[in-house]
Each structure stands twice: as structure tokens, then as C-alpha cells.
């Protein structure tokens, strides 16, 4: 990779994350928090009292009531913290992305002149429209759209893949990026995007803003924290008159304190995953980053976690996206040596992967290998879209290969037949999903190649995985039925769209959609973009046209069809984190009753102190142990939330067990543990 990967507590991201949290006690930047907003707000309250404290009036001694406050302080910049820790790991994206903008210079064309009639201007006063001529180790000054030539490019600034790839006029793969740079040849392409508007640029305004969005779960979670957080607010605030009541009432003991009370509303609301919801949506996003795919949201990420439909095409996802060559099926009378050389020699001047795949099949079986052409008097016959053939006439006898339409009709024009036994042979490799490739020599039809599809080693177990998850995989081909199946079958999806349309493929969406389903697709071509654009999570490839990529909601730099998957494994992962966390969280709370409500009401009502069942040293040492505690264990979790729990891919009962035996019964544990032992080393300190 070219692009620089931080590692999770990286003195460049560290610095900057300490300076950030204190930047953010900000009161306009706490309350976009609620929970932890009311924890600042119980921070300046408790400091308010301590300084009445060192006046002489206070409720409690000065250094009780200190120790309280920094602990509570603390929570609020370790909260901080994590946020912008995972804020600054976006930020170091977005700054290498940045690197990728430079001052270019472009050869800008004037429309309808000859390619070489250009002018030098500064590439940032290229706009859309424009047409730009790149030649051989010049940058690419925009975005824009080949439209004549075809060159090498090296995309590795953007994707971190070294190997080049091709950009062409026309197809699927005419687009590029601003930033690349061109290795070999020419392209003359037309700007798409202005200044500010580049690819490279929304990207980067993706990534910096990803602070700011709230995904619909993210928000109901908010909604119920806030509520929980609500309700122990009015809670503790009636605390405090039947603290005086009591007191009154036995004409003994002492009314629990205002700072007691804080202690006591900030350990007993959510303020774990408070404080670390943020950071698990922004580190969702920064893995999709780390992924080179780039999400326009963190409700991208997040839908992607509850998909339960993945629409793939079958070309370059489920299978390799060349045919090639599996088996030579002579005609009656013709032996397989025979009709293995004649597709050899009609192959040596086609640099089609289907045409070198013939050759190395006739090398593997035959041990053919290179032909003295000058003895043959070769005069190879290239490939048209119009005849549909290709071959070679040697000492003036042709040999095609072709479609078999194209040959039979070729055969027939010279006087010869074409055999019934050829056909049942077509017949049969159709069947099977493959490819036929009929080959002549002269009025003589020797047989059949069967060009085969490649099912991707390992992606039958990775269809299995996610059926595990509960999720249906749906294969998109614009083949026939009969090949699809056939495919479908061997690569073990779901279901399976065949001779696809655009319309086809959008009715499809559209109709799961309506059973309530959530649909994934990945897709490339200007014809994909209806249906990129119904889709709830829909990843388009960078070397795909512009039209696509502004349908998706997600980018794939590194163009790979087979990336849909990790992206619906790590939405699923950001949904277990959140969910592992919150359920640590709450659990966490039920602990903590045992260790601050006895401390804090034991001398109003002094039967409490047989709830003491940590066996605590005192009130103030057990109200400060639980408030450390409750800080420290935000900092503990950090990790997890920046790097999120370890996805397996198993059913909701299984996961749902799974998350309360590890974190249900661990938040259980833990704070028994901690706090326990945070109060041993209190009292032993003497500080209280």
C-alpha cells in the first residue's frame, strides 16, 4: 500500500487526540453528547463545591470532594478522547488523500483541433467539459472520461495496488482519476468534475466529515440512553430530600452530600457507551477506509451491516471473468491431437485470455508449443465483431475458430457441411454452462472447444458463510438460463438473474425491498446506476463510469467485485461492536449499585451496610473507587471500539448468547473486580 496505515495509539494520532479532547469541553461541542454532557455538567458542580470547600463552608472535606471532581473530569477527556482518537485516524486519511492533489499542469485541447494542438494551463483551470491530452509519465490533471486512445495507468495513489491497469475510450473502464499518472501511450478525456468537485475531493470531504453523521441505530440508541439517563437523573435529584428526611426523622446521621449524589448519577447512567458511540461509528467508517472502500456516510456502513440480500454479478465476482479453455471435443473421424493443433495454430495471434488459454490447454495435453509459421506461410485472420472469427489460412487452407453460428455459415459458403454431431456437441457444452468454440479447417469441421467459466477456489465456502449469517445471495449474469444455472449451481448461490437488464435488475431490488428486505450490489457500468441508485447499500467499482459512482453510496478503489462481502462483514462487525459494548455497559451500572448506594446512604440508614457486599473501607473510599473505575473502564475499551469485536459469522440466537456470556456476564464481573481493587489501593494510600 502507498498509503500510510497508523497504527491504533500512533504518536501522530495520540498528540493531536490529547489537544483535541481538551478542545472539546467546549459546552457547544458536549452537548451534542447528552449522557456525557450531563457528566460535564456534574463536573463543573462538584468543582463549584470544592471550591466552597477552600472557603470554609463546604459539605464535605476539600480533598474528597477534589478527588471526585478530577475523576469526574477525567471521564469527560477520556471520552473526549476516544472520539478524537478515532476522529484523528480520519483525519490522517483525509491528509494522505490530500497528498494526492498536487499543482499539475494539463495539456488542454481545443474542441474539434487536431490532438496535438494544445495549450499548457494550470489544472485548476480545467472545468467540466474540457478536454485534456495526457501522454506517457504525465499526471492526469482531473477526473474526467477517456475518449479517444487507450494507455497504461498507475492508480496505485489511490487504490496502493501496484500493478497498472488500462484506460480506455468506450466500455466499462474509461474513466480516471485525477492524481494518477499515465505510464504508457496517450488518452485524450474529458473533464468531468470542476475544481473542488473531484473525486479525490469528496472523498476527502467524506472522511473528514464522518464526526458528524448519526446513523438511524446510532440515533435510537441515543434516544435510549438519553432516557435511561433521564430517569436516574430524577431518581438521584428525590434522593437527596429522603436523605434529609431520614435524618430527621432518627435525629441521627448525616443527609448524603450534593457531590455524593453526582458520584452517584454519573456511575449509575450510561456513560460507557456514551462515551465511546461516537468512536465506534467513525472507526466504522475508517475500516472501510483501510478496506480502500470509501462509504459518502456512516448510514452506508451501517446498512450494510443489516443486509440480508447481496445481488453479484457473475463476470470477475463469482467467477475469474475470462472463460477459458477446458476441453477439445472432436468431430467423428477426427482425433483430439488433430483438432487440439488446428485451435493451437488458429490462437497464435489472438491475445485474448480465451485464446491463451487454448494454447496452454494444447500445450498441457499435446506438449504443443511454438510452430515454424515461415514453413506454414501463416497469414493470421484477426478477430471482427462482424465475422465473429478468427484463424490463420496456412499454405493457403483456412483454419477459424469461431461462434458457431459464424462458422457454420462459413463452412457452408465454401461448399462443405456442417456436422449433426458437432451440433449435439454444442448442444451438450451449452448445457453445461460453458462456452462453444467451433473449429474448421477449410470445408472440414474438426470438433468443438469448450471455454469454460471459472468459479473463484473458495467462494462456494464464502456463499455458505454468509447463508450462515442469513443471508441470500442472488448471482446477476446476462447469460441464458441454461448457463446460469449451471453456474449458479457450482458456486452454490441462492438464486440466480438471468439475461439481465437494467430494468431487470432494478425490478429485482425493488421487489425485495417490498418483502422488507435490505439489498446490496455492486456494479460498474452506466447501466448499473438504476439500480446502484435502489439499492440500500450499493458499491461501485472505481475504474467504473462516472455514472455509477455517483449512483453508489460506497466507492471500491481497488475495483474488486468480491469486496461487497467485506463490506457486509464489517457493516455486521459495527453493529456487534455497539452492541457487545452496550450491553457491557449496562451490565456494568448493576455492579456499580452495590458499591455506591450503600456508601452513600449508610449514614442516613446504617442497615445498608449489609448491601456492602465488596466489603468496601469506607463510604468515600467505595464513592471514589466506583468513580475511577467508571473512568478508567472507558479508557480499557478504546481499543475495542477503534478496532471492533472479532465478527463470526453465526445466527442472531447464537451471536445474542455470545455477546451476554462474554459481555453481559464480563460487565457483570468486572466492576466487582476493579473496583475492589482500586479501593484496596485507596486504602492503603490513606487518601481516604
Known amino acids: 500500500m502507498s498509503r500510510q496505515t497508523l497504527t491504533l495509539f500512533d504518536p501522530a494520532l495520540l498528540r493531536p487526540a490529547i489537544f483535541d479532547a481538551l478542545r472539546k469541553l467546549n459546552p457547544a461541542v458536549q452537548w451534542r453528547n447528552p449522557v456525557m454532557f450531563v457528566v460535564y455538567i456534574g463536573s463543573l458542580l462538584t468543582t463549584l463545591l470544592w471550591l466552597q470547600a477552600l472557603a470554609g463552608s463546604g459539605e464535605a472535606p476539600a480533598g474528597d470532594i477534589l478527588a471526585v471532581t478530577l475523576w469526574l473530569w477525567f471521564t469527560v477527556l477520556f471520552a473526549n478522547f476516544a472520539e478524537a482518537l478515532a476522529e484523528g485516524r480520519s483525519k490522517a486519511q483525509a491528509a494522505s488523500l490530500r497528498g494526492l492533489k498536487q499543482e499539475t499542469q494539463a495539456k488542454r485541447v481545443v474542441p474539434g483541433a487536431a490532438r496535438d494542438q494544445w495549450s499548457l494551463v494550470p489544472a485548476t483551470d480545467l472545468r467540466r467539459g474540457d478536454l485534456v491530452l495526457v501522454e506517457a509519465g504525465e499526471t492526469i490533471p482531473a477526473d474526467g472520461e477517456v475518449i479517444e486512445g487507450v494507455a497504461s495507468v498507475d492508480e496505485s495513489a489511490i487504490t496502493g495496488e501496484s500493478a497498472p491497469v488500462i484506460r480506455e475510450a468506450g466500455g466499462d473502464f474509461s474513466a480516471v482519476t485525477g492524481g494518477t499518472r499515465v505510464l504508457s501511450d496517450w488518452i485524450l478525456a474529458r473533464v468531468t468534475a470542476n475544481p473542488g468537485e473531484t473525486f479525490v475531493d469528496r472523498m476527502i470531504a467524506m472522511v473528514e466529515n464522518a464526526r458528524r453523521r448519526k446513523t438511524p441505530n446510532e440515533i435510537a440508541l441515543t434516544i435510549l440512553l438519553v432516557a435511561l439517563t433521564i430517569i436516574f437523573l430524577a431518581v438521584t435529584v428525590t434522593l437527596l430530600p429522603f436523605s434529609i428526611f431520614g435524618v430527621a426523622a432518627a435525629g441521627a446521621g448525616a443527609p448524603v452530600s450534593v457531590t455524593t449524589l453526582v458520584a452517584l448519577l454519573v456511575c449509575l447512567i450510561p456513560t460507557t457507551i456514551a462515551g465511546l458511540l461516537s468512536a465506534v461509528g467513525i472507526s466504522g467508517m475508517s475500516r472501510m477506509m483501510q478496506a480502500n ?396
Open 293 to 688: 472502500v470509501i462509504a459518502t456516510s456512516g448510514r452506508a456502513v451501517e446498512a450494510a451491516g443489516d443486509v440480508d440480500v447481496l445481488l453479484l454479478d457473475k463476470t470477475g465476482t463469482i467467477t475469474l471473468g475470462n472463460r477459458q479453455a477446458s476441453a477439445f471435443l472432436p468431430a467423428d473421424g477426427v482425433s483430439e491431437r488433430e483438432l487440439a493443433s488446428a485451435a493451437h495454430l488458429a490462437s497464435l495471434a489472438d491475445e485474448t485470455p480465451e485464446g491463451r488459454s487454448i494454447m496452454v490447454l494444447a500445450k498441457q495435453r499435446f506438449g504443443l508449443r511454438e510452430r515454424d509459421l515461415q514453413t506454414l506461410e501463416a497469414q493470421f485472420i484477426h478477430f471482427s465483431a462482424q465475422t465473429r472469427m478468427s484463424g490463420v489460412d496456412a499454405k493457403g487452407i483456412p483454419i477459424r475458430k469461431g461462434a458457431v453460428d459464424a462458422i457454420r455459415r462459413h463452412v457452408e459458403a465454401i461448399g462443405g457441411h456442417f456436422p449433426a454431431g458437432v451440433l449435439q456437441g454444442v448442444d451438450a457444452v451449452a448445457r453445461r454452462g460453458s462456452t462453444p468454440l467451433v473449429v474448421a479447417e477449410g470445408k472440414r469441421v474438426l470438433g468443438v472447444v469448450e471455454l469454460k467459466d471459472i468459479v473463484k477456489g473458495g467462494i462456494k465456502e464464502r456463499f455458505a458463510r454468509l447463508r450462515r449469517m442469513g443471508i441470500r445471495t442472488v448471482m446477476i449474469t446476462g447469460d441464458n438460463r441454461l448457463t446460469a444455472a449451471a453456474i449458479a449451481a457450482e458456486a452454490g448461490v441462492d438464486d440466480f438473474l438471468a439475461e439481465a437488464t437494467p430494468e431487470a435488475k432494478l425490478a429485482l431490488i425493488r421487489q425485495y425491498q417490498a418483502e422488507g428486505r435490505l439489498v446490496a450490489m455492486t456494479g460498474d457500468g452506466t447501466n448499473d446506476a438504476p439500480a446502484l441508485a435502489q439499492a440500500d447499500v450499493a458499491v461501485a467499482m472505481n475504474t467504473g463510469t462516472q455514472a455509477a459512482k455517483e449512483a453508489g453510496n460506497m466507492v471500491d478503489l481497488d475495483s474488486n467485485p468480491t469486496k461487497l462481502i467485506e463490506v457486509v462483514e464489517t457493516g455486521k462487525q459495527m453493529l456487534m461492536t455497539r452492541g457487545a459494548l452496550t450491553t457491557f455497559s449496562v451490565a456494568n451500572d448493576v455492579a456499580k449499585y452495590f458499591a455506591i448506594i450503600p456508601a452513600a446512604f449508610v449514614t442516613t440508614y446504617p442497615q445498608l451496610g449489609a448491601l456492602n457486599l465488596m466489603g468496601l473501607a469506607s463510604p468515600t473510599s467505595a464513592i471514589l473507587s466506583a468513580v475511577i473505575f467508571n473512568a478508567l473502564i472507558i479508557v480499557a475499551l478504546i481499543p475495542l471500539a477503534l478496532r471492533g469485536v472479532t465478527y463470526r459469522p453465526t445466527g442472531a440466537g447464537a451471536l445474542l448468547r455470545r455477546n451476554l456470556a462474554i459481555y453481559g456476564l464480563g460487565g457483570l464481573v468486572a466492576p466487582f473486580i476493579g473496583i475492589k481493587l482500586i479501593d484496596l489501593l485507596i486504602a492503603a494510600s490513606g487518601l481516604a
